[in-house]
C-alpha cells in the first residue's frame, strides 16, 4: 500500500527554522518524483519544492528560493523540507506528494509562523 505520513509541522517565529520530515511505505522515494506543496486558507495549493530523480536538478518556488531545500534520504525511504528564515506568509498546511503514476497525497502538516 502505498503511502505518506509528514510529520515536523509547528508553531515558530519568523525567522526560525523546521524540517518536515514525509515518510513514505509501498514504494521507494529515490524511483519517484517527490515533491512538497503548501496549502495557506483561502489559496490554492501550490508547489513550493521538486524532487526528481537527479537530487541535484532539485528546485524550489521563486518564494522560497535561498531558504527551503529538498532532499531525499533513500536508506530510511523519506524525504526532507528544510526550511529556514520563516515568514509569517509561509504559514499553511505543507503536503508531500509522490508523482507519475502514483499520485498519492500525504495528509498534510501544519505550519504557524508568527510573533
Known amino acids: 500500500q502505498v503511502q505518506l505520513v509528514e510529520s515536523g509541522g509547528g508553531s515558530v517565529q519568523p525567522g526560525g527554522s523546521l524540517r518536515l520530515s514525509c515518510l513514505a511505505s509501498?514504494?521507494?522515494?529515490?524511483?519517484?518524483?517527490m515533491s512538497w506543496y503548501r496549502q495557506a486558507p483561502g489559496k490554492e495549493r501550490e508547489r513550493v519544492a521538486r524532487?526528481?530523480?537527479?537530487?541535484?536538478?532539485?528546485t524550489v518556488a521563486d518564494s522560497v528560493k535561498g531558504r527551503f531545500t529538498i532532499s531525499r534520504d533513500a536508506a530510511k525511504n523519506m524525504v526532507y523540507l528544510q526550511m529556514n528564515n520563516l515568514k509569517p506568509e509561509d504559514t499553511a498546511v505543507y503536503y508531500c506528494?509522490?508523482?507519475?503514476?502514483?499520485?498519492?497525497w500525504g495528509q498534510g502538516t501544519q505550519v504557524t509562523v508568527a510573533s
Open positions: 506528494y509522490a508523482g507519475g503514476s502514483l499520485d498519492t
Open positions: 524532487l526528481p530523480l537527479i537530487e541535484s536538478t532539485a
Open positions: 509501498g514504494f521507494s522515494v529515490s524511483n519517484v518524483f
